[in-house]
């Protein structure tokens, strides 16, 4: 079971800048895709980016804010979030995905908070 550790979360205010990392406790190297989530209170978790090979997939919400990326060598996932909102505000997870499934259990995730 791999263990996960999100960290970079924090409170920013809008239209500024946060870069999350996700490490795993083991390699990635053989998991072909790597998704960002978020839930925001009184919500359900989404799923907001997905790296899957050279491949990336973003939610409407944030498409041409927020680039995911992935360091096998580090077992580490990246997500740049720009031109944070109000609405951003929730805390962030990472996980493996296989056929739309998550393939390990949740870390304990990195609160994000956009506010003025």
């Known amino acids: 079971q791999v263990q996960l550790v999100e960290s970079g979360g924090g409170l920013v205010q809008p239209g500024g800048s946060l870069r999350l990392s996700c490490a795993a406790s083991g390699s990635i190297d053989t998991i072909k895709a790597m998704g960002w989530y978020r839930q925001a209170p009184g919500q359900q978790r989404e799923l907001v980016a997905l790296?899957?090979?050279?491949?990336?997939n973003y939610a409407d919400s944030v498409k041409g804010r927020f680039t995911i990326s992935r360091d096998n060598a580090k077992n580490t996932v990246y997500l740049q979030m720009n031109s944070l909102k109000p609405e951003d505000t929730a805390v962030y997870y990472c996980?493996?995905?296989?056929?739309?499934?998550?393939?390990w259990g949740w870390g304990q995730g990195t609160q994000v908070t956009v506010s003025s």
């Open positions: 996980n493996g995905v296989w056929n739309g499934v998550t393939m």
């Open positions: 790296i899957s090979g050279r491949s990336t």
